[in-house]
């Protein structure tokens, strides 16, 4: 897991070309220009964007989630959330990889860290990294948009 502003991203360039390639479109700021849900493709199924709007969750409603195929980068472009990130390593799976996606269940010892994410807060989450996404900052529901990187591994 790397948590940073997105100025900061820039660091991590070398870590992978695909991911290089990610962050370099983040910089460019060619997302700021999207307002709608939707995907887009950076370079195919290699490296793409997805855009999203959702209503915050209770902290006792979703699972844990990992993902095998792709490193995510998150960022919040409207609104803000808590995702709750940990190693996968010690979770009991709720459900198997289907593809690229497995999840598991929330540990009773509350093993994990707790990002706010707002905007200009970017979130790189590795295969190993499971996380929470969407939690709610406040008692009530509250409307994101979200934008989420895709790099495959």
């Known amino acids: 897991m790397i948590v940073c502003s997105v100025a900061q991203l820039e660091r991590y360039v070398g870590l992978s070309p695909r991911l290089d390639m990610a962050i370099t479109w983040l910089r460019s700021a060619s997302h700021l220009q999207y307002t709608q849900d ?6 195919g ?3 793409f964007a997805t855009f999203s709007t959702y209503e915050t969750k209770a902290h006792d409603e979703p699972l844990f989630e990992t993902h095998n195929e792709y490193i995510d980068i998150q960022l919040v472009l409207k609104g803000e959330e808590i995702i ?3 190693s996968k390593e010690g979770l009991s799976v709720a459900t198997e990889y289907d593809y690229d996606i497995a999840f598991w ?7 994990y860290h707790n990002i706010l994410m707002q905007k200009d807060t970017a979130l790189i989450l590795f295969p190993e990294d499971a996380h ?3 939690l709610s900052t406040t008692q009530s529901p509250q409307t994101c948009f979200k934008l989420v990187v895709k790099v495959r591994v």
Not at 38 to 43: E, P, Y
């Open 45 to 47: 199924k290699e490296v």
């Open 84 to 86: 709750q990130v940990r």
């Open 132 to 134: 929470r996404p969407c």
């Open 38 to 43: 939707g995907t887009i493709a950076i370079d």
């Open 105 to 111: 269940q929330v540990p009773s010892d509350k093993s």
